[in-house]
Nanobody, 115 residues
């Protein structure tokens, strides 16, 4: 049974930074590519960034050069460093496996960017 627990969100002013963490419980973490997703009110969940088993990364255009995804296999944790945050980054952020998500999603962590 895989469990994903996200944390690190909060309220931040535009231009600020946050670091999100996602702790994976279960087996096989190092074998999985992982992704960060976000869902804003009234919108569909979207992929923000992903990281492969060998560290290759992908970013959606709107976060390139601002967000950095990383992973620590020893801690079975994936991170998302978010800099230069904008109001449009406001959403609930989730992590999950890529390309095929686990059936069970975590509770997510709320990120609110507002002055």
């Amino acid at each position: 049974q895989v469990q994903l627990v996200e944390s690190g969100g909060g309220l931040v002013q535009p231009g600020g930074s946050l670091r999100l963490s996602c702790v994976f419980s279960g087996s096989g973490f190092s074998l999985y590519a992982m992704g960060w997703f976000r869902q804003a009110p009234g919108l569909q969940r979207e992929l923000v960034a992903s990281i492969g088993t060998y560290g290759g990364t992908f970013y959606t255009n709107s976060v390139k050069d601002r967000f950095t995804i990383s992973r620590d296999n020893a801690k079975t944790t994936v991170y998302l460093q978010m800099n230069a945050l904008k109001p449009e980054d406001t959403a609930v952020y989730y992590c999950n496996r890529r390309p095929t998500a686990f059936d069970s999603w975590g509770q997510g962590t709320q990120v609110t960017v507002s002055s």
